[in-house]
């Protein structure tokens, strides 16, 4: 039946339209290319996602060759809920950022860059859908080596130095990786994840797995961007084409993140003694310094989007803050925290896009009075920046109080988590109202240009992302449910 | 039409009017008529509720699901439908009021203006008719972030300084301390809506019990316990409308209306009258009261003047919810009426003076009660139930927390009233005095009678409702005891 291809769809689609997009010509038919698979992916991943929800996890041999000899797929929520947000970010930007795009792709390089954009929305849709640590490795790198050619894709110069500095961090990251499993399979015999979970156990010799453990979880904090292994970040997130920017801030280092649960749950929660101390331990500090550290930034940084992009490591360090107290709740808040984040700030830079390709600085004193000239861009980038501070009614407020009631739970620890919680909550409001003081009660400079709001098109896409914000703030049901099982199904692999 | 589409009803109404507002945006005066018609039939859905709910019925609506266990419902209780009726009564009057003002002053962004407080209205019954603790908390945020920009009306670098205190100060005090305090309340007792008695006796103890009322009481910054009173003051920079309903009425209100709510729904009256660490409250709001008034002596700039007075009014009622007694509790209610029939007829009358004269300081106002008698009519009546004598509704409140501290012994309460009836009368009086028995020093450059007669007509409405509640407030006592679940 065609419903038992869909684990296979959700990376094929993309991946077998890159090369066709590349050899398309015309004005914008490689981007329609591009947005007619990535929303197909998007219907299949939303199918997967209320699949899943009768059987958890659903498996897939590639070629029918049986795990663990074969190549697995194995959807569970968890990658079903990765899989919603890679999709829905890419069809959504793709669709809204048109005009953007247009303006920042020369005609030539568009084929290959919309070629790019599928290689990396199939590569990450590899790697949440993927139950072989070697395959999850290989579209690690298919889906990285795509991001650097979409972020050198526009016709910023700085975006060359960025994107060098990503393309180091990101292979030392990879290669890290790497070296985990290596270790890993030389001691277990397996490159299949369910598969090494049982193995592990036998192991006598723990030296080389704990080493592995250390390769693989410092490869991933790379790729996720946690403090201090953020610098990378900021710079390849302000100078990317701003649709570029959107993609990649709503999924590319949540899908790290997700490896690293997932990897360290399956593989080396159960097997190793006081794993999960160690884990709690290590990563519990460097969650909060990646809260304080980078809200901290941003509450001075003078680039909008520099600023954003401060504000997403912020909220990576909320991920990693709910997944290192080990319990339902806390694995439930950084989950479901990945979807109304990628929501937020998607939304956000999608609205910096808009009024991006109307002004030519993003500084924000060169943003002054930009609420009045254009705003209905500017009131959806509010909206969503509300959802970030975490004001009820928005998606945000969802994560922020199931983050709160799991930190409640782990006691003394917990009553300063929640005050660091707050505090940073309380600093976003701070970085969020520079802005709004500035575009909305600051008179625009006399001599500048008269800017007009963007097409209705582009606004309809933003407004709906906006929108979605406020849907999944007051029906948060489906994001809750497969966070909730996703949680439950990673504490299960602990014994 | 049964209680829940009521409600329902009372909730959509100002947001469409809100909708109907920005669509006649280009025509002032079918956009003012729609505004007009929105307060209107908001009073009419709301007071149509009271005697269903004065008759012991607790109409209640749930909208959706939040997360399991969790909903935006609405329930109409006793105070809820005291300060809705309040509110609404009060938006027809200020909305006629803002007509003249907004015109009189020729006020930019009036569309604006009128849709936002459209947007706090809504708000502000929202909090009003809120059936747990999550919804009043959505509904408190909203009315926060609507009046911001109204506060920052008008738009120069000193407002916008003043709005940032006032939003800056209104969200740390939510976000920091009331939403920690909600989602505790949630872990310890399994819910979060309001019941008669409380939802925590046998749940919490100890000193735990007055850290989470320290969390409540701080964290509601509206009810502008010092020290978290300062953007009440920096507020007054809005448009006397705004200060008038919203910054005597609505936001300040809906912050010791929920004081009340949780002493009597969550926390439960008995209960925090056996918990020796809830003593605290008492103190702090009775230091409010003496501190605040004390500063409001010192002030010349009417509006802030009026400010401080609020500041210390409203440590009232927290002083009588902090009594823990239920005729206290009662008074508190009481208190939220009168107080704001009294305090917006004096903003009304501030902003009277400013149309009419520009004047804003004390010191400039002089013998102006010759030239505008309806005006300084008003604002003597204010001033007399501020201070809390007959024939005004300041009387009645007054009266009744006197009897709640009386009753409980709490000779700390009755002192604070006492001493703080007399600073009222040492900061209101002479205001009174220089208005009708002094002479103008010299005669205004072009002379000026009253305001508009919109802003008049405002004026001397809540002016003639501040006398007739010392008349007619029987059916609200009776409503204010409902509360506690007694009969005066």
Redo the contacts between chains.
């Keep these: 039946m065609w419903q038992e291809q869909l684990p296979a769809l959700a990376i094929a689609v993309p991946l077998a339209a890159a090369p066709l997009a590349a050899l398309l010509r015309g004005h914008s038919a490689s981007w329609a290319l591009a947005t007619l698979a990535s929303t197909v992916s998007l219907i299949v991943a939303v199918l997967l996602a209320i699949a899943v929800g009768d059987v958890d996890p659903i498996s897939y041999d590639v070629g029918s060759w049986p795990a663990p000899y074969g190549i697995e797929l194995r959807i569970t929520s968890f990658s079903a809920l990765l899989l919603t947000i890679i999709t829905g970010a890419s069809s959504v930007v793709l669709i809204g950022g048109k005009q953007s795009l247009d303006a920042q792709i020369t005609p030539s390089r568009r084929p290959f860059f919309f070629a790019a954009w599928l290689l990396a929305v199939g590569g990450l849709a590899g790697i949440v859908a993927s139950g072989d640590a070697f395959n999850i490795f290989v579209f690690m790198e298919v889906s990285s080596l795509a991001t650097y050619i979409l972020i050198a894709g526009g016709s910023e110069p700085r975006a060359l130095i960025a994107v060098f500095k990503y393309l180091i961090m990101g292979t030392i990251g990879a290669t890290f990786y790497l070296i985990g499993i290596g270790l890993i399979y030389m001691m277990t015999g397996t490159l299949n994840l369910t598969d090494m979970e049982t193995r592990i156990q036998d192991v006598s010799d723990l030296k080389p797995i704990l080493a592995a453990v250390g390769f693989v979880t410092l490869g991933l904090m790379l790729k996720a961007g946690v403090f201090p292994l953020h610098v990378w970040l900021p710079n390849a997130y302000a100078w990317s084409p701003h649709i570029v920017t959107a993609f990649i801030a709503a999924c590319s280092t949540k899908v790290s993140l997700y490896v690293l649960l997932r990897f360290d749950f399956m593989v080396f929660q159960g097997s190793l003694a006081g794993h999960d101390i160690q884990f709690s331990g290590f990563l519990m500090p460097l969650a909060v310094l990646t809260v304080l550290v980078a809200s901290g930034v941003a509450m001075f940084e003078g680039n909008l989007k520099r600023l954003l992009a401060y504000s997403s490591v912020a909220q990576v360090g909320y991920i990693v803050l709910g997944a290192s107290l080990m319990t339902v709740s806390g694995l439930t808040a950084g989950i479901v925290h990945m979807f109304n984040h990628a929501l937020a700030k998607g939304t956000m830079f999608l609205a910096v896009a808009c009024i991006a390709t109307r002004l030519t600085s993003l500084r924000l004193e060169d943003l002054a009075g930009i609420g009045r000239r254009m705003p209905w861009s500017m009131a959806a980038f509010l909206l969503a920046a509300?959802g970030l501070?975490?004001?009820?009614?928005t998606a945000g407020f969802?994560s922020?109080?199931y983050l709160?009631?799991a930190a409640?739970?782990a006691g003394t620890l917990g009553v300063l988590l929640?005050a660091v919680i707050?505090?940073s909550?309380?600093m976003a409001?701070y970085y969020v109202?520079r802005i709004v003081?500035v575009a909305?009660?600051r008179a625009p400079a006399a001599a500048g240009p008269v800017t007009r709001e963007v097409p209705p098109m582009m606004l309809a896409i933003l407004w709906a992302a906006a929108l979605a914000n406020v849907w999944f703030g007051?029906?948060?049901?489906l994001p809750?449910a497969l966070s909730g099982a996703a949680a439950t199904s990673l504490l299960g692999h602990l014994k | 039409m049964s209680g829940a589409s009521l409600i329902l009803l009372a909730i959509a109404l100002p947001l469409a009017g809100a909708l109907g507002i920005a669509l006649t945006h280009a025509r002032p005066n079918l956009r003012e008529a729609v505004s007009l018609a929105t307060a209107a039939g908001l009073a009419v859905v709301v007071w149509t509720l009271l005697p269903e709910v004065l008759a012991g019925a607790r109409p209640s609506f749930e909208l959706m699901t939040l997360m399991p266990g969790l909903a935006i419902r609405f329930a109409v209780e006793p105070l809820g439908a005291l300060f809705a009726s309040l509110a609404s009564l009060l938006w027809i009057v200020n909305t006629i009021y803002s007509i003249g003002y907004m015109r009189g002053n020729r006020e930019r962004h009036q569309t604006r203006f009128y849709i936002l407080f459209a947007v706090a209205l809504f708000a502000t019954i929202g909090i009003a008719f809120a059936g747990n603790l999550i919804t009043l908390f959505i509904f408190y945020e909203v009315l926060t972030l609507s009046t911001y920009p109204l506060v920052a009306h008008k738009g120069d670098a000193k407002t916008v300084a003043s709005a940032r205190v006032y939003l800056g100060v209104l969200l740390a005090t939510s976000i920091g301390l009331l939403l920690p305090a909600i989602i505790w309340t949630w872990r310890t007792a399994g819910t979060v809506d309001f019941t008669p008695g409380g939802i925590l006796d046998g749940r919490i103890s100890g000193p735990a019990v007055g850290l989470l009322l320290a969390l409540f009481m701080f964290g509601t910054g509206k009810a502008a316990l010092m020290p978290v009173h300062r953007w009440l003051p920096a507020a007054m920079v809005a448009p006397t409308p705004v200060s008038a309903l919203l910054h005597a009425v609505a936001v300040v209100k809906a912050g010791v209306f929920v004081v009340t709510k949780l002493v009597v729904y969550v926390f439960g009256v008995d209960f925090l009258h056996a918990q020796a660490s809830a003593g605290w409250l008492l103190y702090v709001a009775g230091f409010t009261t003496i501190a605040a008034s004390v500063v409001a002596l010192r002030q010349d700039n009417l509006k802030r003047l009026l400010a401080y007075s609020t500041v210390a009014q409203l440590s009232y009622v927290t002083l009588a919810a902090a009594l823990y007694r239920p005729a206290a509790e009662v008074g508190a209610a009481l208190h939220i009426a009168a107080h704001g029939l009294g305090k917006i007829t004096l903003f009304f009358a501030a902003g009277s003076i400013y149309t009419a004269a520009k004047k804003t300081e004390i010191s400039q106002l002089d013998g102006i009660g010759r030239r505008m008698p309806w005006t300084l009519a008003a604002f003597t009546i204010g001033a007399l139930a501020m201070i809390g004598l007959p024939p005004t509704a300041g009387f009645v409140s007054k009266w009744q927390i006197l009897m709640g501290s009386l009753e409980s012994g709490a000779w700390f309460a009755v002192a604070v009233i006492v001493v703080s009836t007399a600073l009222n009368a040492a900061y209101f009086l002479p205001i009174v005095h220089r208005a009708w028995f002094r002479t103008e020093s010299s005669a205004p450059a072009a002379g000026h009678g009253e305001a508009p007669w919109p802003v008049v007509l405002a004026v001397t409405a809540t002016a003639a409702l501040t006398v007739a509640f010392f008349f007619f407030h029987r059916p609200v006592l009776e409503l204010a005891w409902q509360i506690v679940g007694a009969a005066p």
Excluded at chain 1, 389 to 393: K, L, N, S, V
């Design positions: 509300l501070i975490g004001i009820p009614g969802i922020k109080w709160v009631l409640l739970e929640v707050l505090i909550s309380l409001v109202w003081e909305w009660f007051l029906q948060p049901g809750l």
